[in-house]
């Protein structure tokens, strides 16, 4: 079964990311509250597998919340999967495209940036369908 792990909250460029138990997601602007959300990035997912296959490559157990995605979840695969819907408990998104990872991942750790690169690693973007409060434990399906 995929489920939606963790809710992160941006509140400002650079800050730190909040972690939230739920959170109102809104067409065209992604989470509420969080600093990086409307245009093509409204929401950006990481899949729990692919942030730890690369920490296997790394040899190291570090946090996904050095990410900086919205959301991690588990169960699901996102290579190629640009163009279609996921919908997350009662939230209707549609993947965009690959988040790609920056040299800023080597602050976090030396070589993270490489290891997140095959197999869209880093994760995902993607634009709001239908709006509405996504939760902890959330089921997640392809649609």
Known sequence: M????????RPATRAPLK???????????????????GGKRQVTLLSREAWQAACRDLDAE???VSR????????????????RRLRVGEVL???????KPCELMDDT????WDALKPDWRGGVFAQVIEGGTVRQGDALEWV
Do not use: K, M
């Open 68 to 83: 900086r995605a919205n959301l991690l979840v588990e169960g699901v695969d996102f290579v190629e999967t640009r163009g």
């Open 93 to 99: 998104l549609e993947v965009a495209g690959e988040t």
């Open 109 to 112: 750790h030396l070589g993270l």
């Open 19 to 37: 972690p939230v138990a739920e959170a109102v997601v809104e067409v065209g602007a992604g989470l509420v509250g969080d600093h990086a959300g």
């Open 2 to 9: 995929s489920t939606l792990v963790q809710i992160w909250i």
């Open 62 to 64: 570090l946090d996904p």
